[in-house]
């Protein structure tokens, strides 16, 4: 019974089969034909299309590359050709041309795919420049406001070039230098055409010289019989003095070395000597003697020579043998210096009426930047006999400095007071007292110290400095105050007056020390004359 039903189930399995193989083959006896039909068609199709192609121009392509061939089936040689508008070259074998290509003299860059390089190409490390029309650029070219130098080769130029005579300079990126340019350590001027300045140039209202090599000069220069002086930042000095090699030189509104003789600036006369520069000390002409400041200012007034002798120069700054002057002596009763430090300030107008009330002298050493804020009042301290001190441009610690900053702090200072008065500083006092062997050579002056420091800075108290100064006041003290301080300021209005009625004669550091018969020195300095 098993046997029969696997037979039968067998026989069941085959007719559909069959069934199934009988519809495969007839499906595909309907259908198959049609594919191969379409397939054929596309074919035939596609053929006609490229045999209609190559009756047209058309480009061909290769492993050496590509070409471009005509309805006939000629290739363009030795020629640029136009193709949908863009130009393409063809070497004589008829393929496109790419790279570098020379045409008639002219060169060309064609990219990889044969169109015309332009604008900037960088090539094995130089950069070349391609016109609109491809061409390569040589000479000056403007792109994006900026010139560039292309050699004849083409490639960008960089550095130093000449070109028509003229030197140029260009950047490490070939943009062409103008105005101020540092190379190596020495200044250039190129102007708005790029070329380097030669001789005099004007820029910013300032004069400036440009050797043969365009180098910038500064320092001294001549031309025919005049001599100028080049500032360090190169520009010709004009209308100003100008120290060199210890010696103090003015320069009219033209930059020309003052001639020889008498010369007024700022209502102070000076007078030139031969060589050009100011003189100082004693002075004769003919029979008459005169008597230049150590800033070459002629003195008028009272004098007193470094042994303490004292002359009197008449306003014309003549010499008047005949004079005689009252000078503070030991013979008339112990003296104190009053110093005041930090100044001129707003406080200082009322200790100077205080002096005078009192006939009386102090020694105000003063800030450079401040002289300019308060004019007035320091052309009042000279008018009184007061002594003008120095104490430094803006209170830096001169010791930690080197000569040329200590020189810079108290020049500068000077300089202020040049300008204002006529006359520099006669002495210094460093900033809190230091002061090293560096300050000492450079200040140029004697250096002022003090013996009664009445702190008055730190406590700010009227009183306690009062006390202090009387409680151990003696004869030669100098006394160490500061005038831009209120109680300080008040203080002085008690103690001026006091000290006078006590018999002391309040005198400046310099007369002071004349009198006591201690001739100062520059670079020594000096706490007390007792």
Known sequence: MSVKRKSKRRRQV?????????????????????????????????????EAAL??????????????????????????????????HFNSDGYMDTGWLQDKGTRYYLKPDGTIQTGWLNDQNSWYYFNGDG???????????????????????????????????????????????????????FDDSGAMATGWITVDDKTYFLRDDGVMTIGWITEGDQKYFMNADGSKAVSTWIESEGKRYYFDENGS??????????????????????????????????????????????????????????????????????????????????????????????????????????????????????????????????????????????????????????????????????????CVRPPYGAFNPTVRSAAGAPLIL??????????????????TVLNNVKDGDIVLMHDIHEPSAKAAETLIPALREMGYQLVTVSELAAAKGIPLENGKAYGEFH
């Open 135 to 189: 061409t390569m650029a040589s000479g000056w070219i403007l792109d994006q406001d900026t010139y560039y130098f292309l050699k004849d080769d083409g490639t960008m130029a960089t550095g130093w070039i000449e070109d028509n005579g003229k030197h140029y300079y260009l950047s490490e990126n070939g943009a062409m230098a103008t105005g101020w340019l540092e190379l190596n350590g020495n200044n250039y001027y």
């Open 257 to 426: 070395l003052k001639p020889s003789g008498w010369l007024e600036t700022n209502n102070t006369w000076y007078y030139i000597q031969e060589d050009g520069s100011a003189a100082t000390g004693w002075l004769q002409l003919g029979k008459q003697w005169y008597y230049l400041k150590n800033d070459g200012s002629m003195a008028t007034g009272w004098i007193t020579d470094e042994n303490g002798k004292a002359y009197f120069m008449k306003d014309n700054g003549v010499w008047d043998p005949n004079a005689k002057k009252e000078t503070p002596s030991a013979g008339g009763g112990p003296m104190v210096a009053l110093t005041f430090d930090d100044g001129p300030g707003k406080y200082t107008d009322g200790i100077l009426t205080v002096l005078q009330q009192n006939n009386a002298k102090a020694t105000f050493f003063m800030l450079g930047k401040l002289i300019p804020k308060y004019p007035e009042t320091v052309k009042r301290m000279k008018a009184l006999g007061c002594e003008l001190g120095n104490h430094s441009y803006d209170h830096s610690d001169l010791s930690k400095m080197d000569a040329a900053g200590v020189s810079s702090q108290i020049n500068t200072t000077n300089q202020a007071l040049v300008d204002l008065v006529g006359e520099g500083a006669s």
């Open 450 to 467: 003090w013996s009664i420091d009445t702190l008055d800075w730190k406590t700010r108290d009227t009183q306690t400095t009062i006390d």
């Open 55 to 88: 009756k047209e121009d058309h480009w061909v392509y290769s492993e050496k590359g590509r070409r471009y061939v005509y309805a006939d089936g000629t290739s363009p040689r030795n020629k640029w050709l136009a193709v949908d508008q863009v130009n393409y």
């Open 14 to 50: 085959e007719v559909v089969f069959s069934v199934f193989l009988i519809i495969a083959i007839v499906l595909a006896i309907l259908i198959v034909p049609r594919y191969v039909t379409a397939a054929v068609k596309s074919y035939q199709k596609t053929m006609k299309l490229q």
